[in-house]
């Protein structure tokens, strides 16, 4: 705290004023960045019939209702269903019992009672080794880590026993596998969430055969691919962009479906620019669209990878093929991110197709300090402006 008596030797700035926000925000007369309108975005099915005309929906998905849901609600969802139709199924980590922080798993444990829902001690790496474990003898443990920024101590259990077991399992992988471990995370910037509760760390994952990692832009999305993960073979790492538990609400289908892991979705077509992105990004990629569409009467691509790895090489490249120019967006850090994975293979299967430099607009290769955390966090400008350039050559 600064002391009174020294504030008359501090110049007057807009720090100092009363009334002024000392942290990152839009201004009074932003044209582009203002706050994403969730109750409007094309991101998300805004009535019944969006929601079930997805053709990737099972028959039974398709053919029945849907309710609206944000984002926790439909994982809620997944989770009550997997843990109902399959006695294998557990589901542990740190306050999980009572719901969790962010109430994904509200009401589970009174259902399914404590012996499968159930809280762990403070340690990640006990989590994830016990999971490791259960998954071995035949079990389908998804195991939460509390928030992405605190799996590293995980990083031994991930990556050098999950990732390796069909492996070195060899003829015996079938059985001795880690198919049906997930491990669920909440990630991402929040606006205010600082040094420990702000991180996106999908791209250290992403250099580990063995394991997938997916990524949910929204409740329809997220109820699918987590029940897609829980059927997967492979150990999968799922984040879950824990700025949209709440903010993103849409009619998500009652019943039960599976979305196809390690496939983009196309979310609107385009001829001149194709941006690639996933997880919360996509929103502001949308509005950064409309507005460029708008201005330059251009055309853009919009898809979301959904699963970063493996990821969908083939339709990335058939739409970059087509457009000629690629922009990249993610909000982790762009030092050794997706983007630059996603880059070097469009510039090796696209080159001859290009007509731009591909860009890569993501998060500063710096930490997440408090006050600068949405000026870490790619805008809407910042995606404005890489279409305005791509458009230029």
């Known amino acids: 705290m600064i002391r009174p008596r020294l504030l008359s030797r501090i110049p007057s700035t807009s720090l100092t004023k009363p009334g002024i926000r000392t942290y990152a925000s839009h201004p009074p007369g932003a044209r582009l960045n203002l706050p994403t309108d969730f109750s ?46 399959d006695q294998r199924t557990l589901l542990f980590g740190e306050d999980v019992a009572f719901g969790g922080v962010f109430r994904c798993s509200m009401k589970l444990a009174e259902e399914f009672g404590d012996a499968r829902v159930f809280n762990t001690p403070l340690t ?51 059985t001795m596998g880690c198919g049906g471990l997930v491990v669920r995370m909440p990630s991402g910037g929040v606006g205010h969430g600082a040094l420990y509760h702000s991180q996106s760390p999908e ?17 329809t999305q997220a109820k699918g691919l987590l029940l897609g993960a829980i059927a997967c073979n492979d150990p999968v790492v799922f984040l879950e962009p824990k700025i949209l538990y709440r903010a993103a609400v849409e ?19 385009g001829k001149d620019v194709t941006i690639v992105s996933y997880g919360t990004p996509l929103y502001t990629c949308s509005s950064a669209i409309a ?14 990878l959904r699963t970063v790895y493996p990821w969908d090489r083939q339709t990335i490249m058939e739409s970059v093929n087509k457009t000629g120019k690629c922009i990249v967006v993610h909000e982790s850090m762009v030092n050794a991110g997706v983007g630059a994975e996603v880059a070097a293979t469009v510039q090796e299967g ?15 290769s710096t930490h997440a300090g408090l006050a600068y955390e949405k000026f870490n966090i ?7 402006d890489a279409i305005k350039t791509a458009l230029s050559y």
């Open 203 to 219: 791209s250290l994952f992403t250099h580990i055969p063995g394991v997938r990692v997916v990524i949910p832009r929204s409740p």
């Open 291 to 304: 507005a460029a569409e708008r201005d330059f009467g251009c055309s853009v691509e919009l898809i979301d």
């Open 378 to 384: 790619p805008d809407v400008v910042r995606v404005y």
């Open 350 to 364: 696209c080159f001859l197709r290009l007509e731009a430099p591909v860009q890569r607009v993501a998060g500063w």
């Open 251 to 269: 009619y998500v289908p009652q019943e039960a479906y599976v979305l196809p892991l390690s496939k983009a979705e196309i979310l609107r077509e």
């Open 124 to 174: 990640e790496q006990g989590i994830v080794g016990f999971a490791v474990g259960a998954a071995m003898e035949g079990m389908k443990p998804i195991a939460e880590v509390q928030f992405a920024d605190y799996v590293y101590p995980a990083f031994d259990q991930i990556v050098n026993e999950a990732a390796k077991l069909r492996y070195r399992a060899g003829t015996n992988a079938e």
């Open 40 to 85: 409007t975005t094309p991101i998300l099915a805004h009535t019944s019939k969006d929601a079930l005309s997805n053709l990737e929906l099972s028959p039974e998905a398709r053919n029945g209702t849907a309710s609206r849901q944000n984002l926790f609600q439909s994982i809620n969802s997944a989770l009550g269903h997997a843990l109902r139709t």
